[in-house]
């Protein structure tokens, strides 16, 4: 249960297609699970909606029918189910899961079917999200429990607000968050007519986005407030370079946008308990990390060599994470001397380059292609250094991983990673701010010198120790972000502007 505080406690139906440990993709799945955690710690009783893909049902027991939800027009039979998500050791997330088999009851993945293709129904199966967390933040709902805020994550969820903006009764305050302004749910006009919208929604005030529908647009434009996830990555999205034609709409709502980084699930990526792990570590064992890179070279291939600077990368394969980048840089690597392990999957044509990279450099680079959660943890506590040459990074996780397990990132400086890497000169070393490195514009001579900056440090022992144990102390959890959510939900339930909320 909440733990009781003296505000009364906050209701928040959190929507999300994907939650981990049950289904993940990427970052959202892991923000899923561990915000509403966060907030049901700070009193909040947040709730989250899920379709019922074959990995929720079979993952979550003790499932409680809820309610059928009748025929709704424009969808297949559907119903909810409630039950509860065990999270680390800090407690369960009540979930509500929004079972349609005619959509959601399929093998592969939330997005895409199992040859990598997105399913072709996608606009029904996320507006049938959309259009429930839509009924169950009304007065239309039939359950009892109501939310006082609905919380849409991603374009997902992005039709929720234009539904409740048709409903004329009661309605809960919106909340449109933006992980990733790349993935807005664009889809034929015809969708609108298709998901049960009025005509007259397909305006540029409304969700029209260059000649076809988007869902997100449609959550941008009708929501109450926006949130990103980092300061800086709310003011790019409102420029041209970053704004994926959507930067005139946020720019004009630039008063409604708040920026709060992510905090990480400390429970679950804690090199001290962490069962991925081929030798736990601390602060204060530093040198236990040491049995994790051997481990890492041995199992993946490489030579085995304590010595040598080891740089690792956890990431879609994807031109948004500067996978080119690191192709054309990574020859040069290896002659620092260093050496590189790849996990990922994504884009086909750079997947097959990275293999062939591998091949060229045998016991100097390792590339495995795939989803593979065990081996990501080992290569953040395995590696000497961390990559993150993001041409855009909204928060980004990995960074944060990498810096909890005493393995400093080198970034490209954009969005969250500006906001959550302080770039290791003299003076952050000495103050003890330093966290990693970060390199300006996006070219290979840049990426390449971050990476002789880097090798330099890691040759001098003390210094980099002093780096690696600033990275380890640092506060990394939700308890700082978590509070600015309710501050805004708080706002928002009690109809109030929410005052600019940078975290
Ligand atoms: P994004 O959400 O843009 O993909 P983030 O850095 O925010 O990037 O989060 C990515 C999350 O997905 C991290 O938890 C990361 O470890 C995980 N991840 C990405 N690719 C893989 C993979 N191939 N195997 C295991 N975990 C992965």
Not at 1 to 7: A, D, G, L, V
Not at 305 to 334: E, N, Y
Request: aromatic share 8%; proline share 7%.
């Amino acid at each position: 249960m909440p733990r009781k505080t003296s505000h009364s406690p906050l209701s928040v139906l959190f929507i999300t297609p994907e939650i981990h440990p049950l289904i993940k993709t990427g970052g959202l799945g892991d923000v899923s699970s561990s915000l509403p955690s966060a907030l049901r710690q700070l009193g909040v009783d947040v709730r989250v909606l899920i379709p019922g893909y074959p990995q929720v049902m079979s993952g979550l027991k003790n499932k409680r029918r809820l309610v059928d939800l009748g025929p709704l027009a424009h969808f297949p039979p559907a119903a909810l189910l409630s039950a509860r998500l065990q999270v680390g050791d800090s407690g369960e997330i009540p979930v509500i899961i929004l079972d349609c088999p005619g959509l959601y009851q399929r093998e592969g993945g939330p997005y895409m079917d199992p040859s990598g293709h997105e399913w072709p129904d996608n606009a029904l199966r996320f507006g049938l999200l959309s259009r429930v967390g839509a009924i169950l933040s009304s007065d239309a709902s039939p359950l009892k429990w109501r939310p006082q805020v609905v919380h849409c994550n991603d374009w997902q969820s992005g039709l929720t607000p234009a539904y409740l903006n048709t409903h004329r009764g009661k309605r809960s305050a919106t909340l449109m968050e933006i992980h990733n302004l790349a993935f807005q749910g664009v889809f034929p006009p015809g969708s609108v007519a298709q998901l049960g919208l009025p005509a007259d929604s397909f305006n540029i005030n409304g969700l029209e986005y260059y000649g076809q529908m988007s869902f997100l647009k449609a959550g941008l434009y009708y929501s109450d407030h926006i949130v990103s996830v980092s300061p800086t990555y709310a003011r790019e999205i409102q420029t041209s370079e970053l704004g994926f034609g959507l930067q005139g709409l946020l720019s004009g709502r630039r008063n409604q946008i708040s920026g709060i980084v992510n905090g990480i699930d400390t429970l679950e990526w804690d090199p001290s308990s962490d069962p991925h792990l081929n030798r736990h570590y601390s602060l204060s064992k530093i040198n236990n990390k040491s049995a994790n890179k051997r481990s890492l070279q041995q199992s993946l291939g490489l030579t085995v060599d304590p010595d040598i600077l080891l740089f690792g990368m956890v990431s879609r394969i994807a031109h948004q994470k500067g996978s080119d980048l690191l192709l054309q840089v990574a020859p040069h690597l290896t002659r620092i001397p260093a050496q590189l392990v790849i996990l990922g999957s994504g884009e086909p044509a750079l997947e097959s380059q990275l293999m062939q990279l591998a091949k060229n450099y045998p016991g100097k680079i390792s590339v495995s292609i795939g989803f593979d959660e065990s081996l990501s943890h080992l290569i953040e506590a395995g590696s000497d250094c961390f990559l993150m040459p993001s041409r855009f990074e909204p928060c980004g996780l990995n960074q944060l991983y990498s810096q909890r397990y005493g393995t400093p990132p080198l970034v490209h400086a954009t969005g969250g990673l500006i906001d959550t890497v302080v770039d290791c000169i003299p003076s952050t070393l000495s103050d003890g701010t330093a966290s990693g490195f970060l390199f300006q514009s996006m070219n290979p001579n840049n990426f390449l010198a971050g990476i002789r900056r880097v090798s330099t440090l890691y040759r001098d022992k003390p210094a980099w120790r002093r780096l690696q144990k600033n990275c380890m102390s640092k506060d990394l959890s939700w308890r700082v972000s978590a509070e600015s959510y309710l501050e805004i939900y708080r706002s928002l339930a009690s109809g109030l502007p929410v005052s600019q909320t940078v975290a």
